[in-house]
C-alpha cells in the first residue's frame, strides 16, 4: 500500500520544517491529492495518524484536498478529465481486478501509469497528450504554533500562531 510510504514522507517533511524553525506544535496540515494517485484517503489518515505519534504532529488534523486531474491534447487542445479516462480505459482494458476486500477496481488504481497506454483524446482521437493536473501529493499548507504560543492551549496568541 503506497499510502503508506506517502504518509510517512508527508510527516518526515513536515516535522523537518518545523524542527529547523522551533516550531512547537503542529495543528493542521492540509494535503493536496491528485485524483491520478488514486489513494485511498482512510488508509492515508490511518497512516499519517499513526507516524505523527510522539511528535508534533501528534493530534493535528489532516485535511485532504483532491486536486481534479486533468489532461489536455497537444493536436487540437481539447482537455477533459478523469470520468473520461476511467471511461476509455475500461472500454480498451474490459477488465476490472478485484481487491483483497472483494470490491473491484480498474487496473489503472493499481498502475497510474496506464492512462497513458489507454487514454485519448475525446475529441480527435490523439494519444499525444499531456496531464496537466490531478498528479500527485503536495503539502499545501500548515497550521503552526511557535513555542510561545503553544504554551496557552486554551486562549492563543494569534502572533504566535503561523499559517505556511
Known amino acids: 500500500m503506497h ?19 522551533g516550531i512547537a506544535k503542529v495543528e493542521e496540515v492540509v494535503v493536496s491529492v491528485g485524483e491520478l494517485s488514486q489513494l485511498d484517503l482512510e488508509i492515508m489518515r490511518e497512516a499519517l495518524s499513526m ?18 486531474a486533468k489532461f489536455k491534447c497537444s493536436r487540437c487542445g481539447a482537455t477533459w478529465g478523469f470520468d473520461e479516462v476511467r471511461d476509455s480505459v475500461e472500454k480498451e482494458v474490459g477488465v476490472r ?22 487514454t485519448k483524446c475525446p475529441r480527435c482521437g490523439s494519444r499525444d497528450f499531456e496531464v496537466v493536473g490531478g ?29 505556511i
Do not use: M, Q
Not at 4 to 19: C, K, N
Not at 51 to 68: D, H, N, Q
Open 3 to 21: 499510502e503508506w510510504s506517502i504518509a510517512e514522507g508527508v510527516v518526515r517533511t513536515v516535522l523537518a520544517y518545523a524542527e529547523e524553525r
Open 135 to 163: 498528479l500527485g501529493v503536495k503539502i499545501v499548507s500548515c497550521l503552526l504554533y511557535t513555542s510561545d504560543a503553544a504554551d496557552d492551549g486554551e486562549s492563543v496568541d494569534l502572533g504566535g500562531r503561523r499559517i
Open 97 to 118: 481486478v478485484s481487491d483483497v476486500e472483494g470490491g473491484e477496481d480498474l487496473p489503472l488504481h493499481y498502475l497510474p501509469e496506464l492512462v497513458y497506454a489507454y
Open 51 to 68: 507516524f505523527s505519534g510522539g511528535t508534533l504532529l501528534e493530534g493535528a488534523k489532516f485535511v485532504f484536498v483532491i486536486e481534479r
